[in-house]
């Protein structure tokens, strides 16, 4: 698919058919993730591959708004972590490049996606540590829900020429 | 541009020809960057964009490692509005990928483009809002320069297996 297309049509899919996300799939989505710019190339990021079903339905359950991990295929956790930061302060930065990657990338293979915000909210973050034993120095940061798609929404034009600003505020 | 060769052959391009950017593609780039998704859609974002060769060279020159504007033919400016957040902490998250878009977008337009991180430097903030007449209420976050690339880098497969785990860290 085409990049301007893709991000014109990109949308938040929250409902998804049995099918299954294959690995190399899965595969793509992570190659993809991991060349998605960071603050002095310092790539302050891991990730996690939820298939597992009875964990997807405990965070759907858990997470207040997130029900939409009930019926996903697949959910990619994309973690922060300090210490991997040379220049501090930007690793958020950097897994919002990655997150947004794998969104676009997912949307381009057919499948729908939606970015599940984990930080900083402090309670989805405790079920995510709990369910997925994701140790304290490492942040999760976002959970990628996703599968093949079971609605289809039309993109949308946003442009709002009153945040647009010529040469000078 | 295919979405997935978009995303593996971008590079941060600082190099630039004297060919100028069209309005229309500025306009593009704009409105890629308005889809991006934001928390509970709430879109805390303003833009500027900079032509001006006086305001972008003394950007890079009074930024330390930010030569490239100084041959940029444009700066876009991507400003964060905490005022505009429904759900405070997130308005890095959604200017992240709101400038990741802008990324990709040029890329698949023929541009080359590099992410200059502003927030949260304290330094860089204080010149860019001199130079551009930001508010105090408005957040320089990150300057794209960009242009006709007259450098041309080849893409990275930096995928790393160590940063990646199935279904349990």
């Known amino acids: 698919m085409d990049t301007l297309q893709a991000i014109f049509t990109r949308r938040s899919i929250r409902k998804y058919t049995e099918e299954p996300v294959t690995q190399d799939t899965v ?13 002095a190339d310092q790539r302050p990021w891991h990730f996690v591959v939820v298939r597992n079903r009875d964990k997807l339905q405990a965070m759907g359950r858990r997470m207040e708004g997130c029900e939409m991990l009930q019926t996903a295929a697949v959910g990619l956790l994309v973690c922060g972590d ?28 057919g499948l729908g996606a ?50 647009v600003h010529r040469e000078h505020w």
């Open 27 to 39: 595969h793509l989505l992570l190659r993809a993730a991991m060349v998605a710019p960071s603050a």
């Open 82 to 109: 300090e210490s991997l930061e040379k220049i501090k302060g930007f690793w958020v930065q950097d897994c919002s490049a990655c997150t947004l990657t794998i969104l676009l990338a997912a949307h381009a293979r």
């Open 114 to 163: 939606v970015w599940v915000a984990l930080y900083p909210l402090e309670e989805r973050m405790r079920v995510v540590r709990e369910e997925l034993g994701i140790p304290d120095n490492i942040i999760p940061f976002a959970l990628v829900s996703m599968g093949h798609p079971d609605e289809h929404l039309p993109g949308e034009d946003r442009f709002d020429a009153s945040r």
